[in-house]
């Protein structure tokens, strides 16, 4: 068991970042290349493979893998492993890619989208670990969600379940990406963030943050966001309140409909509410009508950048 690997691979639309993911979810090495988003189908799976031939020449030879977890844009079917029709990775079309990658590399191979995969990994090797019902989410670009009971990814009728960035808090809201309004995404998301500090601004014209930014509201960003209010700018400040009264409004409802026994968060822009967890917890005793919201745990990933190859690694079995 001390030697084995899984090879973890992440597919992006912009690249593929392929990993060696041991039993104890370390990941031991890890390489990355380009990914190719047009073109024939076959050029996309030899993105990835130049990316698995990377990290193989760092080695120095090609180790005996276990098997391949993949982890892809959605939409795709975790149960056949077919890419359905990713917007951000139009080159795959109804591509069967867990079949083809099964071809070319001989072993068992598993795939599901980022978020479901990470929230396993987070179960397995992570800050879930030893809890049997976890909700995960990955706060970045987007909001990712995935919802893990009994260790196995809950996946719904469909196979689209667990799209919980897409729960609304706000029938009146700024439309989505996905076509909805209000979902917690396109609020508390990166650029939902950035967007509110810029209409904010309108009402602190002197602000710290519009300094930080160059003077240019376009420039603003969450990051800044982050760093404005650690300088105690009054914009920053009413931003990251109201960020963390829409996440505990949001993780009420999800407490009300899961009862999870713990509460995941990562994603490189959740890094600026690390500090504020309990405040956020706090919020859930107006926000939800579970009487122990409290004894709910809401804790920060293990994984941060890497999330994707160990999740994507978790989805595997070791023999
Ligand atoms: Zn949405």
């Known amino acids: 068991m001390k030697n084995k690997v899984i090879l973890g691979v992440d597919i ?14 370390e990941i031991r090495e890890q390489s990355r290349a380009p990914m190719v988003t047009t073109g024939e189908p076959r050029g996309g799976l030899d993105a990835v493979s130049r990316a698995i031939d990377g990290l193989f020449s760092k080695l ?3 180790p ?23 917007p951000n990775l139009p080159i795959w079309h109804n591509y069967p890619l867990a079949e083809e990658m099964r071809g070319r ?9 980022d978020a479901n995969a990470a929230a396993l990994a987070e179960t397995r090797w992570g800050a879930a670990k030893g809890y049997r019902k976890v909700f995960y989410a ?10 893990v009971f009994d260790g196995k990814i809950y996946h719904g009728h469909t196979g689209a379940a667990g799209e919980g960035g897409h729960i609304g808090i706000d ?53 800044l966001v982050a760093k404005a209010y650690e300088k105690g700018d009054a914009a920053a400040r009413e931003v990251m309140l109201e960020t963390l009264d829409m996440l505990a409004y949001w993780l009420g409802n999800v407490i009300d409909l899961l009862d999870p ?32 919201p409290m004894s709910i745990p ?22």
Request: net charge positive; with cysteine; hydrophobic share 40%.
């Open 12 to 25: 992006g639309g912009t690249k593929v970042a392929v990993g060696l993911v041991d039993a104890t979810g």
């Open 60 to 62: 120095g030879s090609r």
């Open 171 to 223: 029938m009146q809201g700024p439309r989505c990406n996905c076509g909805k309004r209000g979902c917690i995404e396109t609020l508390a998301a990166g650029p939902g963030i950035a967007r509110r500090a810029r209409q904010k601004l309108a009402t602190f014209p002197k602000s710290l943050l519009l300094e930080l930014a160059g003077g240019n509201p376009q420039e603003v960003t969450s990051h």
């Open 64 to 86: 005996e893998i276990e098997a391949i977890g993949v982890c892809a844009p959605g939409p795709l079917n975790p149960l056949t492993g077919v890419v359905i029709n990713p």
């Open 261 to 292: 026994d713990v509460i995941t968060i990562g994603g490189g822009a959740s890094l600026m509410f690390r500090p504020f967890l309990k405040d956020i917890q706090e919020r859930w005793k107006g926000a939800c009508l579970n009487p122990d």
């Open 138 to 147: 990955t706060i970045g670009t987007g909001i990712g969600t995935g919802i």
């Open 105 to 113: 590399y001989g072993v068992e191979i598993k795939i599901d989208n």
């Open 298 to 319: 809401l804790l920060p990933a293990r994984y941060g950048e890497d999330a994707g190859i160990a999740g994507a690694a978790a989805l595997c079995e070791f023999r």
